[in-house]
């Protein structure tokens, strides 16, 4: 069946960095994404969400992009900080199913 | 986490075994949802709700029954608990008023284990 999926199981950056987070998908009728943290013994916490008439979509140090061309969605971290340390998973939805999510990838900040 | 708790957090039990998970959100929202988290697997769904009474199944749902009798309770049965079924339970909430939206919250996690 399709699914979404992460290109790294883990990224490891410096303190400071911007981090770049990929996702691809392969459902080109979703229109709605979310991207969800999830730090160790806890449950994903809600970041930030695009629909798919929107190219890009800011929050605190927070962007997400969507290309749906290549059917591809990131997520940006600026100036990384350890506290950013977790998965992140992204998932997607078609209107009126269930939300489908990716395996996750682990963000590790070093100081 | 959104205004949503699960019990227990913790729970070893036996094959054979029944297992209930309650999840109790103070949101008011209209959907529930249960998911299950293992390595390699991501979080899938086991079953959700859409209102009181109304329940249906997700993408694992073989050997876990669901009932909601109230808005803000969604109980997670195992009538015979497993070893496959080991794994962290988490339930979610989403209210579905903003149209095709479908933003979910989640709680803390139950981690079970069946020996």
């Known amino acids: 069946g399709e699914s979404v999926g992460l290109h790294l199981p883990t990224l490891s950056v410096q303190e400071g960095d911007n981090s770049i987070i990929n996702c691809a998908y392969s459902?080109?009728?979703?229109?709605?994404f979310i991207w969800y943290k999830q730090e160790s013994g806890k449950g994903p916490q809600f970041i930030i969400d695009i629909r798919s008439n929107m190219d890009k979509r800011q929050g605190q140090r927070v962007t997400v992009l969507l290309n749906k061309t290549v059917k591809h969605l990131s997520l940006q971290i600026a100036a990384t900080q350890p506290g950013d340390s977790a998965v992140y998973f992204c998932?997607?939805?078609?209107?009126?199913?269930?939300?489908?999510f990716g395996k996750g990838t682990t963000l590790s900040v070093s100081s | 986490d959104a205004g949503i708790t699960q019990s227990p957090r913790h729970k070893v039990t036996e094959t054979g075994t029944p297992v209930t998970l309650r999840c109790h959100q103070t949101?008011?929202?209209?959907?529930m949802y249960w998911y299950r988290q293992d390595p390699g697997h991501g979080l899938r769904l086991i079953h959700y709700s859409y209102g009181v009474k109304d329940t249906d199944k997700g993408e694992v749902s073989d050997g876990y029954s669901v009932s909601r009798s109230k808005t803000e309770d969604f109980l997670l049965t195992l009538e015979s608990a497993t070893s496959s079924q080991t794994s962290v339970y988490f339930c979610?909430?989403?209210?579905?008023?903003?149209?095709?939206?479908?933003?979910?919250?989640f709680g803390p996690g139950t981690r079970l284990t069946v020996l």
């Open positions: 998932a997607e939805n078609m209107a009126g199913t269930a939300l489908i």
């Open positions: 949101e008011n929202h209209r959907y």
């Open positions: 459902n080109s009728a979703s229109d709605y």
């Open positions: 979610a909430i989403s209210s579905r008023t903003s149209g095709p939206t479908d933003t979910q919250y």
